[in-house]
């Protein structure tokens, strides 16, 4: 709010909501102190200035005394260090060595022909760019976070940054690239976006002196973002080599989604991918081949599987009427969602009051989130028992708005990552809570 909503009484709203803020810092004080810890104790205000000035520096680069706040006390009892800065220099050498030394020998030969020419890369300081090719379940993730492990094993920072948030968990000290790299949002207006990153801020320094960046899920990101952190990193390491002289590995697959593209059409999307940029011709590329899930488990069929989707990103499986059909061998055809359901759920009227530990094991996938809420619906109508519904706030904050927002268009809306109007539950079925968290919380350091 302080850093893009241009308040104007800051102070009136961190005096109204301190207690708050600091609420979190105060029980671990008192469970570490006893209750002796007052609520107005200084040291207690203090830690949760410095919380809030490292967040505020990391989303505008600047600290709380630029937006009207208090700036917290560097004190002996309360040093605050570069959260970013030490969240990627403080892993443990040992727990990086034994990640090393326990998974290496389980490489395969590709895998290690990889692993080796990023290292040497790495260690040659020669800048290289390459990107893996890896289709799903070829050992993608296992080998890259090996990489990782190495190089910080050295003592040498490795960022892990990835196109979208799911991925990005995958990977130990994983970003989003837009968090780690400030990837400007204008990228359809701006033909050389640079992102938002000053060269004496905490950021900078962390590029300036990382030694291996591992970009995951680089087919879903736009070439125009590429582009922008390759003239980013070139000013802040005062380097005209491509991405700034530090070695980049790309991974993704360009048979899986390719960049969205706002209103655009298919020609948009290839357009924007990073093949269609000029830095695919310095790239080296790499990739792996061996599917891993099917090679280890030993299974024809699964292996089988692996080909035909293969097939299908490639555009080399047989169509009919531009759509697919699957052997019978590996999948089965439903009539409908009714029977769907029934393969996949059997009898759900009777869930409740039984062990449903066995759902965690089976899912229904859909392309789209309002053929999920469907289908969730018509499970929910089977299952016995009354229902109760909840739903969100539907007024508008200054009632001069009550003509231009009607209560009809309020129920409709459906924000992305938000709940919808209406929630359906029933006693006894399983829901889902998800929390967004703060990964670099842990990474100040408190006297």
Same mark, same amino acid.
């Given at each position: %709010?302080?850093?893009?909503?241009?308040?104007?009484?800051?102070?009136?709203?961190?005096?109204? =909501?301190?207690?708050?803020?600091?609420?979190?810092?105060?029980?671990?004080?008192?469970?570490?102190?006893?209750?002796?810890?007052?609520?107005?104790?200084?040291?207690?205000?203090?830690?949760?200035?410095?919380?809030?000035?490292?967040?505020?520096?990391?989303?505008?680069?600047?600290?709380?005394?630029?937006?009207?706040?208090?700036?917290?006390?560097?004190?002996?009892?309360?040093?605050?260090?570069?959260?970013?800065?030490? #969240?990627?220099?403080? =892993?443990?050498?040992?727990?990086?060595?034994?990640?090393?030394?326990?998974?290496?020998?389980?490489?395969?030969?590709?895998?290690?022909?990889?692993?080796?020419?990023?290292?040497? &890369?790495?260690?040659?300081?020669?800048?290289?760019?390459?990107?893996?090719? #890896?289709?799903?379940?070829?050992?993608?993730?296992?080998?890259?976070?090996?990489?990782?492990?190495?190089?910080?094993?050295?003592?040498?920072?490795?960022?892990?940054?990835?196109? &979208?948030?799911?991925?990005?968990?995958?990977?130990?000290?994983?970003?989003?690239?837009?968090?780690?790299?400030?990837?400007?949002?204008?990228?359809?207006?701006?033909?050389?976006?640079?992102?938002?990153?000053?060269?004496?801020?905490?950021?900078?320094?962390?590029?300036?002196?990382?030694?291996?960046?591992?970009?995951?899920?680089?087919?879903?990101?736009?070439?125009?973002?590429?582009?922008?952190?390759?003239?980013?990193?070139?000013?802040?390491?005062?380097?005209?080599?491509?991405?700034?002289?530090?070695?980049?590995?790309?991974?993704?697959?360009?048979?899986?989604?390719?960049?969205?593209?706002?209103?655009?059409?298919?020609?948009?999307?290839?357009?924007?991918?990073?093949?269609?940029?000029?830095?695919?011709?310095?790239?080296?590329?790499?990739?792996?081949?061996?599917?891993?899930?099917?090679?280890?488990?030993?299974?024809?069929?699964?292996?089988?599987?692996?080909?035909?989707?293969?097939?299908?990103?490639?555009?080399?499986?047989?169509?009919?009427?531009?759509?697919?059909?699957?052997?019978?061998?590996?999948?089965?055809?439903?009539?409908?969602?009714?029977?769907?359901?029934?393969?996949? =759920?059997?009898?759900?009227?009777?869930?409740?009051?039984?062990?449903?530990?066995?759902?965690?094991?089976?899912?229904?996938?859909?392309?789209?989130?309002?053929?999920?809420?469907?289908?969730?619906?018509?499970?929910?109508?089977?299952?016995?028992?009354?229902?109760?519904? =909840?739903?969100?706030?539907?007024?508008?904050?200054?009632?001069?708005?009550?003509?231009?927002?009607?209560?009809?268009?309020?129920?409709?809306?459906?924000?992305?990552?938000?709940?919808?109007?209406?929630?359906?539950?029933?006693?006894?079925?399983?829901?889902?809570?998800?929390?967004?968290?703060?990964?670099? &919380?842990?990474? %100040?350091?408190?006297?």
């Amino acid at each position: %709010m302080i850093v893009f909503c241009g308040l104007a009484h800051p102070m009136q709203l961190w005096e109204k =909501y301190q207690r708050h803020l600091s609420e979190d810092f105060r029980f671990a004080a008192r469970r570490a102190d006893g209750d002796s810890v007052a609520e107005s104790d200084e040291r207690i205000i203090n830690r949760c200035l410095c919380s809030l000035q490292d967040i505020v520096i990391s989303i505008g680069g600047n600290p709380l005394s630029h937006y009207g706040l208090p700036e917290p006390q560097e004190t002996t009892e309360v040093r605050r260090v570069g959260r970013e800065y030490a #969240a990627e220099t403080n =892993y443990d050498r040992a727990a990086m060595a034994e990640i090393v030394n326990n998974n290496i020998g389980t490489l395969t030969n590709e895998q290690k022909s990889v692993y080796e020419r990023i290292l040497r &890369s790495v260690s040659q300081q020669d800048g290289g760019i390459f990107f893996l090719d #890896a289709p799903g379940g070829t050992g993608k993730t296992f080998l890259t976070r090996l990489l990782l492990a190495e190089v910080r094993r050295q003592e040498k920072i490795a960022l892990a940054v990835a196109s &979208s948030g799911i991925a990005a968990t995958l990977l130990p000290g994983g970003k989003t690239a837009h968090s780690m790299f400030k990837i400007p949002l204008d990228l359809d207006i701006n033909e050389t976006p640079v992102c938002a990153i000053s060269r004496n801020s905490e950021k900078a320094k962390i590029l300036a002196e990382c030694s291996l960046i591992v970009w995951d899920e680089c087919t879903m990101a736009n070439k125009k973002a590429v582009e922008a952190v390759n003239r980013t990193l070139q000013d802040i390491r005062r380097n005209d080599h491509v991405m700034g002289g530090v070695t980049v590995l790309f991974c993704g697959d360009f048979r899986q989604t390719l960049p969205v593209i706002t209103r655009g059409t298919r020609a948009d999307e290839v357009g924007a991918c990073l093949k269609r940029s000029v830095l695919w011709l310095r790239i080296e590329k790499l990739s792996l081949t061996q599917n891993m899930r099917a090679h280890l488990g030993g299974n024809p069929s699964a292996q089988e599987f692996s080909g035909v989707l293969l097939k299908i990103g490639e555009g080399s499986f047989p169509e009919s009427s531009n759509s697919v059909t699957l052997p019978d061998n590996l999948c089965k055809i439903v009539a409908s969602v009714e029977e769907l359901i029934d393969l996949v =759920y059997g009898d759900v009227s009777q869930l409740i009051g039984q062990d449903n530990s066995w759902l965690c094991e089976r899912a229904i996938l859909t392309p789209k989130n309002d053929q999920a809420a469907a289908i969730n619906q018509i499970i929910l109508e089977r299952i016995e028992g009354d229902q109760v519904v =909840y739903r969100s706030i539907n007024t508008v904050v200054d009632q001069m708005d009550v003509t231009n927002y009607p209560v009809e268009f309020l129920n409709s809306l459906a924000a992305p990552g938000l709940p919808a109007h209406n929630i359906t539950l029933k006693v006894g079925i399983p829901i889902m809570l998800l929390r967004n968290l703060t990964p670099l &919380s842990c990474a %100040m350091e408190l006297g």
